[in-house]
């Protein structure tokens, strides 16, 4: 067993050159890449596999559409239906450079944002195409029937979010993510149907095939009966989401997990930018140790409630108590010009400062409140109701508050991952014939997500860029030798997940995956979440080998691996996130900077903001895995910035 | 709070259940229901028992995996979903008994965890409008009444849980099939395969052995999202049109 030292002890390997992002003219780029790619025969396409990992935006829209062009997809997700990815759980909305609202928005402005809101830390090509992309998706959306909010003309109705000055956004009540989401499951249902895609639910990817360098297939589990299977194909696109559930406690759904990218990043794919993980400002606070997810409210919410805290330390006299005079507007104090509506790590971050003051609300005083008094007043209630009432309802479900008469309490919650698997222009990962879309991906967002801009990510990607890039790799591939359950290499794959599941099974020790999953969240969260510090960071990653090591003489896990074990998914989930947390920490800890959602203590200026150090990190960090706690070797890839110039982001 | 619990434990689909009778202790009234059953299973599995088996992903009722019978009520006794039922809504010392959703097509898997891809296979039938990426018209080619977008999205928001079918009497599924037929049919969008879609739909919910509808309502009272039990009135009428239509061809 290595000691936590001997892992930060990384090196730094060659430098990621080629991102196949074409020169010229940034607005040039998509177009002219695929123009240069190569394209697949329509009746050559139906002898080429496809496997897609996941439903989500991400999934569900490259299964629909790679079988739309013809290609034979074979599909995977772990929920009971494709319908459930937790794509279906975003509230806000989706963004696209219509500029419907004639208020200065532009494809240019909505990729300015993105990368002044990712802190600079984004691929500049890769970022362009996605605000291009963005106003077919809204076409492709309508087309398909999802119900976007309308005004009474009929037309598309928007709002704004965090980090911007126009009206951008396009949402269906509280619940975009859903209705988007059906729209591609109900595509990919169509594809189903006509015989094109294959759909494995409930069957969970384990481990990945690499054969002669390139990826040919997965190892899946089917969580009804426990039989483990192999599945082979030309090509395999993950799109399995971010790995949030590190922290334990985070608004992912319970099952979302990491080991579909974690076990493709063990058979050689880069990791990039793990410790660039978002904590969203408006989740509801943790009612006590019970406490298995968190709940997110949309940050639309930031469009009309006022976000507030008492002036003085340990005022705890309750809201309506506290006269206007004495309150601490502190987000609207400190950035006047965009007041409520920064962007989430800057309101994160805001009120965690606030409440390590004393000033925080609620049980622990880990919360602020969310006020929508004056809007009730300004709107009326029934206005404030028909915009957010279902968000209402959902609050005082869970709180048994009020917030039409009592003020919403929030805090931050671990939301959204940034990095991810590293893809090139093409979304391919480092090994060939490996792709990754959607939140597995360390793409778009930089060191910070704009809200709003997960969805059109996904569905960027889903719908137009992946099905544009895969032919290439296809055409320029050309089918191989088959490669079966029989390999050799194949075999090995496939002993090993087994191997590791029966281990599982095995120690029969005396602590529940979920105690362990706790122990490192909580770790995680202290030392690796909205603040970072050296010390903290070394601390945690000497600690992780040590649960590691418990997890593996200690963990019990009930039942057998060939029937329904929710256990053993959870465990088997557990072993990933132990090895995942520590290459965050190391990420951590190597970049020495703050920016986005990763704010190392040392690296602020005096005001107390995030403080970029250009000249040394103005890279992507891709990580190569050289075995579990050892170095893993850092690759850079520097970021050019031809068109938007890095500032320190200011939203004052 | 103290409570005992009678839960259906069933091996496997092809074994016989029962119900089992456990006592948990120390449930705060802010747990969620699914909380309360964490508890019980941290126990299970401490004590070399095996653990409840339960779907459950989001919990925050959008994703409609959750799936409780509580004390004879489809996801308990509020209109939410099971993972958004809250342990205050009991009292201390109750009994509370946990099923799995009953109904013929909807085979239980394990415990209370249920077979629900006869859902899929409905939308299969027709559930979508064809719009295959990239032929889409620019977005505000055509606009569409606010009242219409606001009965499509009331009708969108299903989020195919099966609480319709685990509360009806007959197993019926006409409240789910009826909530995608309206939301598509009331769209321009949708319009063109306006007819094929209701009787290609309809055709596939009886084929899965779904009961037959007797406008009972317990499905629009069990439904965690609202969908009104009008919307089984406008199917069948969706449905009377395209057979006389298809009739006439």
Known sequence: ?652 | MKLTLRVWRQRAADTEGAMSTYEVDDISPDMSFLEMLDTLNEDLILRGEDPVAFDHDCREGICGACSLVINGDAHGPERTTTCQLHMRSFADGDTIDVEPWRASAFPVIKDLVVDRSAFDRIIQAGGYITAPTGSAPEAHATAVPKPDADLAFEHAECIGCGACVAACPNGAAMLFTSAKVNHLNVLPQGAPERETRVLDMVARMDEEGFGGCTLAGECATACPKGIPLVSITHMNKEWLRATRKAGKR
């Not at chain 1, 696109?237 to 334990?248: D, H, K, Q």
């Not at chain 1, 880069?270 to 978002?278: E, S, W, Y």
């Not at chain 1, 014939?433 to 990510?457: K, P, T, V």
């Not at chain 1, 089918?479 to 029989?486: A, H, K, L, N, S």
């Open chain 1, 1 to 652: 067993m290595s000691t936590s030292s001997a892992y930060a002890d990384y090196t730094t390997g060659d430098p990621v050159v080629d991102t196949k992002a074409p020169e010229g003219p940034i607005a040039e780029r998509w177009d002219k890449r695929r123009f240069e790619a190569k394209l697949v025969n329509p009746a050559n396409r139906r002898k080429h596999t496809v496997i897609v990992v996941g439903t989500g935006l991400a999934g569900g829209s490259a299964g629909a559409t790679l079988a739309e062009q013809g290609y034979h997809v074979v599909q995977f997700c772990y929920q009971d239906s494709p319908r459930r990815a937790h794509s279906i759980a975003a509230q806000g909305g989706i963004n696209a450079a219509k500029n419907y609202r004639n208020d200065g928005d532009s494809v240019h402005r909505l990729f300015y944002d993105t990368v002044k809101g990712g802190d600079f830390r984004a691929r500049e090509s890769n970022v362009h195409r996605l605000a291009q992309i963005s106003v077919e998706i809204i076409d492709q959306c309508v087309a398909q029937g999802v119900p976007f909010a309308r005004e009474y003309g009929g037309l598309l109705d928007t709002r704004s979010f965090g980090g911007v000055q126009v009206s951008r956004t396009f949402y269906a009540r509280g619940q975009t993510g859903q209705q988007l989401l059906l729209g591609a499951y109900q595509a990919l249902s169509r594809q189903i149907a006509a015989g094109n895609v294959e759909m494995h639910p409930r069957t969970e990817m384990l481990d990945l095939i690499v054969v002669d360098g390139r990826a040919r297939g997965i190892v899946a589990r089917d969580l009804i009966t426990g039989k483990i299977d192999t599945y082979f194909a030309d090509a395999v696109v993950l799109a399995s989401g971010g790995y949030g559930n590190v922290f334990y406690l985070s608004t992912n759904a319970m099952n979302s997990n990491a080991t579909a990218v974690w076990r493709a990043h063990r058979r050689g794919a880069l990791f990039a930018n793990p410790c660039f993980t978002q904590i969203h400002p408006t989740c509801i606070p943790r009612t006590g140790d019970h406490q298995s997810k968190l709940t997110l409210m949309s940050e639309s919410l930031r469009n009309d409630g006022r976000i507030w805290v008492p002036k003085a330390k340990g005022d705890q006299r309750p809201p309506h108590e506290i006269p206007e005079d004495e309150r601490d507007y502190y987000l609207e104090r400190i950035y006047p010009s965009f007041g409520n509506l920064v962007p989430r790590d800057i309101a994160s971050r805001a009120a965690k400062n606030v409440c390590d003051e004393g000033r925080g609300v609620g049980p622990g005083g880990q919360g602020v409140y969310l006020d929508f008094a004056d809007a009730i007043e300004r709107m009326g209630r029934a206005a404030v109701e028909a915009k957010y009432g279902n968000l209402f309802d959902m609050y005082q479900r869970i709180t048994d508050e009020d917030p039409y008469r009592i003020p919403m309490r929030i805090y931050p919650a671990v939301h959204y991952t940034m990095g991810g698997l590293w893809v090139d222009y093409d979304l391919q990962t480092t090994v060939p014939g490996l792709f990754a879309i959607g939140e597995a991906n360390f793409s778009d967002h930089g060191a910070n997500r704009l809200g709003a801009s997960a969805l059109m990510q996904g569905l960027a990607d889903g719908y137009f860029v992946l099905p544009a890039t895969i032919n290439d790799y296809l055409a320029r591939h050309p089918r191989q030798d088959e490669v079966g359950p029989e390999h050799p290499l194949v075999q090995e794959v496939l002993a090993e997940t087994e191997d590791r599941l029966h281990l599982l099974l095995a120690v029969d020790g005396d602590r529940t995956p979920d105690s362990f999953h706790r122990e490192l969240g909580e770790l995680m969260w202290e030392f690796c979440g909205m603040a970072r510090t050296e010390g903290g960071l070394r601390k945690a990653l000497e600690r992780i080998p040590q649960i590691r090591e418990e997890f593996w003489r200690r963990i019990k896990v009930p039942g057998t691996g060939e029937e329904f074990n929710q256990s053993l998914e959870k465990a088997n989930r557990i072993v990933d996130y132990l090895e995942l947390a520590e290459l965050m920490c190391l990420d951590a800890l190597h970049r020495a900077e703050s920016c986005g959602g990763h704010f190392r203590e040392e690296s602020q200026t005096p005001d107390g903001e995030a403080e970029r150090e250009d000249d040394t990190f103005s890279y992507a960090a891709a990580w190569e895995f050289t075995g579990t706690g050892t170095a893993p070797v850092l690759h850079k890839e520097d970021l050019v910035f031809e068109y938007v110039h890095p500032t320190q982001r200011s939203y004052a």
